[in-house]
């Protein structure tokens, strides 16, 4: 019998927590009226990231003074019971927290909870959050007193969490997983078994001091299908040296390139870096290899609204904005700010900063349709068992 946290999907928006179903109904589970910057479950666990408001989430239309006050930290909801609404959820970390993962049980028989914060870190919970482990490592890597954020209060920040299994050297993979973290500016970093984390941002390029990889990083996600291959889609600004876009390893962060070049009718590198270079959503189809959908902004911090996607592991990618919300009652649903994007096995799902979430079932064939509205400015898409999506700073 699934849990329910594999039976629902959830939503996070500037009006709290949400669940929704593929038949189109909702509920608000909780934090109503707060900023939540991503949401992940496991069997009957949900666990929500809010972060301290400040200068961008005015920006991003989160809310209409930065000066604005809500007790952040991590939040647990407990789905043993069932989604119900107005849930009250438990603060399980204090702190500004903008993104979250559960990992695979510790050796304590519970989970691991992981929690990423402002000033960037990622601070882990083997006990459901009676205490949380130093990670003195993290902060003591090499470079670290050079990450920054562009905007005010420009802290640096995690963004992302996710996990990839760690390979042996015959090539399978062990049961151990390495945990990957996207920062913003930092970079990609990785932390094995061991705890230890260390940066995996590829060589330097030549006659520049830059790496492969642009360490303005919104996203890092493996693919579901090949466990040395991992994406990440990262911003560019005057202040991040580097060019923005998604990028791509084939070797677990040994090295990188930027994934966009092709024919007519498909996106040009130069294009794509001159017009869209705040690349922000990624998601990756782990119901169909290869295909994956980029959505990025005209600006920083994501202001705009472009979604791009590829059949071939980005390769080629294809502007299917205008295909997407070109389709009779979708206008509306296009609103102003980089779309969630998300894959679920019925199709692929993008959600709006006018509530919408709209459902395709084959994005090649653009017979995008609108399946149910939340309520406020969705930064994520997640279902059980599964790492979010998300959109948020």
């Not at 049961?175 to 590829?202: P, Q």
């Not at 330097?204 to 790496?211: E, K, Q, V």
């Not at 149910?372 to 998300?390: A, D, M, Q, Y």
Request: aromatic share 8%.
């Amino acid at each position: 019998m699934q849990s329910p946290a594999t039976q629902a999907m959830f939503a996070t928006s500037n009006k709290g927590l949400h669940a929704f179903s593929l038949t189109g109904q909702v509920t608000s589970i909780g934090l109503s009226d707060t900023v939540v910057s991503q949401a992940t479950a496991r069997d009957n666990t949900l666990l929500a990231a809010v972060p301290v408001i400040h200068a961008v989430h005015e920006m991003m239309s989160y809310v209409e003074d930065d000066s604005r006050e809500q007790q952040s930290g991590l939040f647990l909801f407990d789905l043993s019971k069932g989604v119900q609404p107005n849930m009250k959820g438990k603060q399980v970390y204090n702190g500004n927290v903008k993104s979250c993962a559960i990992g695979k049980q510790s050796t304590s028989g519970k989970q691991r909870w992981y929690a990423g914060t402002e000033p960037a870190d990622v601070v882990v919970s083997e006990d459901t959050g009676a205490t949380w482990a130093d990670t003195s490592s993290f902060q003591a890597i090499p470079g670290r007193e050079d990450w920054t954020f562009p905007g005010p209060p420009h802290v640096p920040h995690t963004l992302s969490i996710d996990f990839a299994p760690s390979p042996k050297a015959d090539g399978e993979s062990t049961a151990e997983d390495v945990v990957l973290a996207g920062i913003e500016v930092g970079g990609c970093l990785v932390s094995a078994s061991d705890g230890l984390w260390e940066t995996r941002h590829g060589s330097i390029i030549a006659n520049t001091s830059r790496p492969q990889l642009c360490i303005d990083v919104h996203q890092v996600r493996p693919d579901p299908f090949n466990f040395n291959r991992w994406y990440a889609t990262c911003g560019a600004t005057p202040q991040v040296r580097g060019e923005g876009g998604t990028f791509v390893t084939e070797d677990q962060g040994a090295s990188w390139r930027r994934v966009f070049d092709g024919g007519p009718g498909q996106q040009q590198a130069k294009d794509f870096a001159k017009g869209q270079g705040y690349a922000i959503g990624l998601a990756l189809n782990p119901y169909r290899q290869g295909e994956l959908i980029v959505t990025a902004g005209d600006r920083p911090p994501g202001i705009g609204v472009h979604v791009h996607h590829s059949r071939d592991g980005g390769t080629t990618f294809h502007d299917i904005t205008e295909d997407v919300y070109g389709n009779e009652g979708l206008q509306d649903c296009r609103g102003g700010h980089t779309p969630v994007p998300y894959f679920v096995k019925e199709g692929a799902l993008l959600g709006s900063d006018t509530g919408d979430i709209i459902i395709c079932k084959d994005v090649s064939q653009g017979d995008w349709t609108k399946l149910c509205k939340v309520p406020g400015h969705i930064t994520t898409l997640t279902e059980g068992n599964r790492s979010p999506s998300s959109v948020t700073h």
